[in-house]
């Protein structure tokens, strides 16, 4: 008997892939189901899997858990990464839908036309360098603290971390200008749990290429 | 003595409605601060109150939350709409983030240009009645309480009467095929709270219209 924690998804990242890292960083085993056709994701519809007839799935302590933020929020809150009280999770959760408001961006980036791309790249960029990573910057600047709140690693600092490695993998000398952020990637890179999900092998995904958008394309018909 | 809320937005629903109503659900008196021109915009935005430079907004607790759904767990948490257990704040949260989807859609519809607007709000409605109603009306069916998780009052109640008030503006009709949701409309509506705040005269905004429009991109594009 298995307990782990199962996730029913397309095999790359998507919407699922900041929940791989919450798992992972939380040092959570978990299973993966790759769906490969269209047919695969009705079926899970008809059987009642899913409550909104989409993906992420997430099978968890009994639950079929779709929605990603309610999945998300619920293996914070499991493990122990969601602050300490109100307050705590009331500034997680302001840094990580401001960060998720940025991996938007990321994530529709393979979906646009090839001539709208390196538009879409000075966007991600131009956000990232005035909008978000200033605010980080300055909160670890200020309290001079590992870690973005209460002095003690949250579901903030995955999800920060997680947003730099992307738009880095865009936009490589986007830290150019962020010592302060500089230092935590670092740090947050050798966390043991961080540090096994970063080396070749890991659940973690690679980078979305043609075969991803075709693949998204078939088998969610995207409306 | 603590200080009410005070939310800052424009004078319209948009990002903010769902907080006037969670507010307005918890009891919660609250003060606003509308924002009608460029220049009360531009000096909020260079005070460095709005954390990533947008609204809404909302003072609480000595705190300048930003972002919609930190501001909702924040509000839902401390006036207990957020169950009791962490497996009940998943359901919760399942169905707010369900409903926010089509409430999304429902509201983007004003801004569709105008030969894509009718097939918009199909689409829409079509979501609605097919994919989101009827998971509502089986929960109820299947447990039979008055409210949507563990026989209590949560915010989840709050966002599905909200968002069927906001699919019934577009079709009036839209709870015919769903009896169980047209007495949750009934009975949620009539709780105290959420009785004054569908009166005439309360913190309630009315729908945007596209006349509108010009001006909040003046002000906040």
Not at chain 2, 127 to 156: C, I, Q, T
Not at chain 2, 165 to 185: H, I, M, N, T
Request: proline share 5%; net charge neutral; aromatic share 10%.
């Amino acid at each position: 008997m298995s307990g782990k924690p199962r996730l029913t998804y397309i095999n790359g990242r998507g919407r699922m892939e900041s929940i791989r890292w919450l798992l992972a960083a939380a040092g959570v085993e978990f299973e993966e189901i790759f769906l490969q056709t269209r047919e695969q994701l009705l079926k899970l519809g008809q059987d009642g899997s899913l409550l909104f007839h989409q993906l992420p799935l997430v099978e968890i302590d009994g639950m079929k858990l779709v929605q990603c933020r309610a999945i998300l929020s619920y293996i914070a809150g499991k493990y122990n990464l969601y602050g300490k009280d109100l307050k705590e999770r009331a500034l997680i959760d302001m840094y990580v839908e401001g960060i998720s408001d940025l991996m938007q961006l990321i994530l529709m980036f393979p979906f646009s036309p090839p001539e709208a791309k390196e538009k879409k790249i000075a966007t991600i960029a131009e956000k990232a360098t005035e909008r978000y990573f200033p605010v980080f910057e300055k909160v670890l600047k200020q309290h001079g603290q590992d870690f973005l709140v209460g002095n003690r690693f949250s579901w903030a600092d995955v999800q920060l971390m997680e947003a730099i490695l992307a738009v880095e993998e865009k936009v490589p000398s986007v830290l150019s200008g962020f010592p302060q952020l500089q230092a935590f990637k670092t740090k947050m890179s050798n966390m043991p749990t961080i540090k096994k999900f970063l080396q070749p092998g890991s659940p973690r995904k690679p980078p979305p290429d043609e075969n991803y958008v075709a693949t998204v394309m078939k088998i969610f018909k995207l409306d | 003595m603590a200080a009410k809320p005070v939310l800052y937005y424009f004078d319209g629903r948009g990002k903010m409605e769902s907080v006037r109503w969670l507010l307005a659900a918890a009891g919660v008196e609250f003060e606003e601060v509308f924002l009608e021109t460029r220049e009360q915009y531009e000096k909020l935005l260079q005070s460095g109150v709005l954390m990533f430079q947008q609204v809404p907004m909302v003072e609480i607790d000595g705190m300048k939350l930003v972002q919609t759904r930190a501001i909702l767990n924040y509000i839902a948490g401390k006036y207990n709409l957020y169950g009791k257990d962490l497996k009940e704040r998943a359901l919760i949260d399942m169905y707010v983030e369900g409903l926010a989807d089509l409430y999304e859609l429902i509201m983007m519809n004003v801004v569709q240009p105008a030969d894509k607007k009718e097939e918009h709000l199909a689409n829409a409605l079509d979501k609605a009645a097919n994919r989101y109603f009827p998971v509502f009306e089986k929960v109820l069916k299947d447990h039979g309480h008055d409210f949507l998780v563990g026989n209590k009052l949560s915010r989840a109640d709050v966002t599905l009467l909200e968002t069927i008030l906001v699919v019934e503006e577009c079709k009036p009709d839209a709870l015919a095929k769903f009896p169980l949701l047209q007495s949750f409309k009934a009975r949620i509506s009539s709780t105290p709270n959420i009785k004054k705040f569908l009166q005439p005269g309360s913190q309630r905004k009315p729908r945007l219209q596209e006349k509108d429009i010009p001006n909040l991109m003046a002000i906040f594009h």
